[in-house]
Structure formats: structure tokens, C-alpha cells
């Protein structure tokens, strides 16, 4: 159904959030963040959230110093490179440059900064023909969320609860997001999204529908919702998971899991209220699940994510050497064996960036990243990271097993500094690079970051079943068909 345009601003912030210190204030909006069994009342102060969110202030301040990750939109304001709708190959060059630049702050483990949904918030806002009859919402929340530098986050898994189930099957229908309510200012929502990569930090939640294996029919009419709501909207409770943040004497014994743990959500939105100026899909089972192949969202997704490896294995590969060296290892052909695959695959990762991005194809109101190439790097990143990760933890050895608890402690005892020493560093050097090495490879943050980066855009073996079938569409039975023929004309021929 769709309703009449009003001018109702439903946006908050209403002002740009301009630098840092913005961007903290408008944290402290009254949302609900559910954790250890408490409410926080403000997650910029509290020892499990306040890290990050200072991280993500500090993004905030280099994007307000440095004019070229700005740019002037058709409304004047003045926004983050990210969110420009690309029209050609150089705008694409110019969209992932401001992201590498974002990326290089946290040498690439900050996995959905405010870069990362750029993109995707963009490919929301040229793809108006797709939502109609509520295109002119899209447009309006692609065009807030850019001008106003809001961070957004999204949420589309439903909950693990039954897999073989669709959604109106399940015994208590309330489990997965539905609508429940429909008014003549809005929707009332209910039930739940599985997991959100740093909500506690977002300001706006884009709601969209993943359901697994299960398509939606009419039945599940209630569950074809896509929308966005506001992180202190009344009704929703934000519960993060643990922290991985560790109780250290210094930070430079945990120094990334210290600053980077961005605190991934399970979201429950009990009877949130949605206005229709918020709502981008109702009740339109086939639009609800048509999403990840109709708009370039998904590729989007997956595109930020090989974008942001070029940093990762560089830096992986830097540790790796680092490590090699300090043992004295560094010319021993098993490491450099492994060294040499290690810069192969930070070399694959450009490369796929590069073709990607120069074999861009026509989207909507603009251009797009090359949808085959970004599809296949989808389908094989859990085999790469695992690999990659396996390399510089053989790499390592199990140095990193015996580490000393802290760096204080080589201070209490100064004597010890002696016999923790490397080949080419000293024991304090050694302490610390083999800290880095447990940190990004071994520790919980590790643990987390392997699993988000290996599967949080979709379970491997449906993702290579998607690839298979996309590429039927690209006639290999033809193809072969084509191949014979020549090779049968040649014979007769030759």
C-alpha cells in the first residue's frame, strides 16, 4: 500500500555531524544497549564500547581535515566521498581511495566503518525504480544519511531459530521482524535480526530480509519488510555480544582488540513504530527477497570487504616479515616460501580491486563495480583468509604461546628482557611484535574477525551455488559447443 508524501522530517540528528566531538554527542541519544544484563546508559563512556566509538570519532575528525574524502552534493552540503552515487570509473577510483585512506587507520580490522556503507547506502539511493511505490523514501534516506554524515548500519539475517521453516510456519510468529500494525502515520514491527556489525555505534538501522534458503510467499506477507529505523527508536533493544576487548595492564599487550572490537548485535525490536516515510518494502514478498540480485547492494557489500583486504594482508604480510626476521628466520626457504604466498595474495586482492573497478558496468543512475568479478572473490574469501591467517601463524610458530602476560612485566623484572629476545630485536621489540602476532592471528578478536570475514556474506556453500547458477546465464554449454566445433574444424583441416 502505498501512502501519500508529506514533508515530515523523521531524521534525527537533524545537523551534520561534522567532526569527532559530533559524533560522540549524538551517541548520547537515549538508545538501548542491552549488555552483561544492564542497560548503558552511554556507550561513549563505557569501558566496553568507549574505545571504538573514540576510534570511529577520530574517523570522524580526519574526514572533516582532509578535503579530498569530501565532496559538495547537489544540496550543497558537504559529504564523505563513500556516499557519492559513482557516474563513471573515476568516480569509482576516487570512492575507494577515501576508503583505503579510512582503512589505513586501522590497518583494515575495523570491518563496517562509516566507509564501508557508503557504497552501499549509495546503490539504496540509485535504485528507486526497484522500490517503487517507494522510491522517494529511498532517495530521502540515502540523501540524509549522506548529507548529514550519519554512520548507518543494516540488518537482514533472521534469527537461527529453524531453518526449514519459513517464517509464518515457525510457532510463535512474533520470532522473525514482521509488521504487526499498520496505521495512517505508520507501522508497529516486531521480532528480531540476528546479528549487526556495530550498532551500538550507528545512528540509523537500514532493516532488510535474509531468510536463508526459504523464499516468502504470500503467507509471509506480514515478513516482507524493508525500512529504517533510528538506534534510539522506543521498542528497540540493542543486545551486543561479549566484548573481546581484554582486561590488560597495557594497551599495547591487546593493541588492536584494544581499539577495533566493534561490538556485533542481536537486535530486538519489540512494537517499533515505523513511519511510512521510513518504509521502502511492504508486504511485497517478491521485492523482499529480490533485493541481494535487483540492486547492487550485495556486491556493494562484498566490494568494501576486497577493498579493505589490499590493507589487511599488507599488513599481515608486514607482520609476517617482521616476525621471520626476528627470529632469524628470514632465510630459511620454508618461510620465504611462505612469505612469497603472502605477497601473492595481497597482490590478488589489488588485482581483483583494480579489474573490478576498471570493468565497471552500467547501474541504475550510475556505474557499478564489475558484479562477476566482486561475486567470485565472494565466493572464494573463506578459502583465502583462512589460508592467509594459517600462513603467518606458521609463520609465527608458537612463540606467541608463551608470551609473557604484559609488557609491565619485563618492567618488574628487567632481567627476563634478555632471554625473550629475537635474532635482530631485542626482548622488548620481540615482546610486542609477538603481542601483534597473538592479537590479529590467535586471541578472541581473531577468532571473531576469521569468522566475520569468512562468512558474514553468506553461507560458502550457497554462495558457490549462486555462482554456479549465475553462471549458467553466461552459456558454457554453448561455450563448449563453440570450442568443439573449432577443434574439429582444425582437425579436418590440419
Not at 566503518?113 to 539504496?124: A, F, H, Q, T
Request: proline share 6%.
Amino acid at each position: 500500500m502505498s501512502r501519500p508524501k508529506t514533508d515530515r522530517d523523521v531524521y534525527q540528528p537533524r545537523e551534520t555531524i561534522k567532526n569527532g566531538s559530533d559524533y560522540l554527542e549524538s551517541l548520547r541519544d537515549g538508545r538501548t544497549v542491552i549488555y552483561h544484563g544492564e542497560t548503558v546508559d552511554d556507550v561513549t563512556r563505557h569501558p566496553a564500547f568507549a574505545p571504538y566509538a573514540r576510534v570511529i570519532a577520530r574517523i570522524y575528525d580526519v574526514i572533516a581535515s582532509e578535503e579530498s574524502l569530501l565532496y559538495t552534493t547537489e544540496t550543497g552540503a558537504q559529504a564523505f566521498v563513500p556516499y557519492l552515487l559513482p557516474q563513471n570509473v573515476e568516480d569509482l577510483k576516487r570512492i575507494r581511495e577515501a576508503m583505503e585512506r579510512i582503512h589505513a587507520l586501522s590497518a583494515g580490522m575495523i570491518v563496517q566503518g562509516p566507509e564501508y556503507k557508503g557504497p552501499v547506502i549509495s546503490g539504496l539511493g540509485a535504485a528507486g525504480p526497484y522500490f517503487v511505490p517507494y522510491q522517494d523514501n529511498v532517495a530521502r534516506f540515502y540523501t540524509v544519511v549522506r548529507d548529514r554524515r550519519l554512520y548507518p548500519g543494516n540488518a537482514f539475517t533472521d534469527p537461527q531459530i529453524d531453518r526449514s521453516k519459513r517464517p509464518s510456519e515457525l510457532a510463535n510468529p512474533d520470532l522473525v521482524l514482521r509488521v504487526v500494525q499498520e496505521r495512517d502515520d505508520g507501522v508497529i514491527i516486531r521480532g528480531a535480526k540476528m546479528v549487526s556489525t556495530a550498532a551500538p555505534f550507528n545512528h540509523e538501522m537500514l532493516i532488510l530480509r535474509y531468510g536463508g534458503a526459504h523464499r516468502l510467499t504470500p503467507e509471509d506477507a506480514d515478513y516482507a519488510f524493508i525500512g529504517a529505523v533510528p538506534l534510539n527508536a522506543p521498542g528497540l533493544k540493542v543486545f551486543s555480544r561479549q566484548s573481546f576487548r581484554p582486561p590488560v595492564a597495557d594497551p599495547l599487550d591487546a593493541p588492536f582488540s584494544t581499539l577495533f572490537d566493534d561490538n556485533d548485535s542481536f537486535l530486538f525490536f519489540d512494537d517499533v513504530f515505523v513511519p511510512w516515510e521510513r518504509v521502502f518494502v511492504y508486504r511485497d514478498p517478491e521485492k523482499a527477497d529480490n533485493w541481494l540480485s535487483q540492486t547492487n547492494m550485495a556486491v556493494q557489500l562484498v566490494y568494501g570487504d576486497l577493498i579493505r583486504w589490499q590493507t589487511k594482508f599488507a599488513f599481515y604480510t608486514a607482520l609476517a616479515v617482521k616476525v621471520a626476521k626476528a627470529n632469524g628466520t628470514i632465510g630459511f626457504r620454508g618461510q620465504q616460501e611462505r612469505l612469497g604466498e603472502l605477497v601473492a595474495w595481497t597482490q590478488m586482492m589489488k588485482a581483483l580491486v583494480y579489474a573490478a573497478e576498471t570493468k565497471a558496468v552500467p547501474y541504475y543512475q550510475g556505474v557499478m563495480p564489475n558484479p562477476e568479478i566482486v561475486l567470485t572473490f565472494r565466493a572464494l574469501r573463506p578459502m583465502i583468509y583462512k589460508r592467509v591467517v594459517e600462513l603467518v601463524q606458521e609463520i609465527a610458530g608458537s612463540g606467541a604461546a608463551t608470551l609473557l602476560s604484559s609488557l609491565k612485566d619485563l618492567e618488574s623484572v628487567p632481567e627476563i628482557v634478555e632471554f625473550v629476545r629475537g635474532a635482530a630485536v631485542d626482548g622488548l621489540e620481540r615482546t610486542k611484535l609477538y603481542k601483534v602476532v597473538w592479537d590479529v592471528v590467535h586471541s578472541d578478536f581473531a577468532s571473531r574477525s576469521e569468522l566475520t570475514e569468512r562468512l558474514h556474506t553468506g553461507n560458502t556453500g550457497d554462495v558457490l551455488i549462486q555462482l554456479f547458477f549465475g553462471a549458467q546465464g553466461m552459456g558454457l554449454d554453448a561455450h563448449y559447443d563453440q570450442v568443439m566445433e573449432q577443434v574439429e574444424k582444425l582437425i579436418r583441416e590440419v
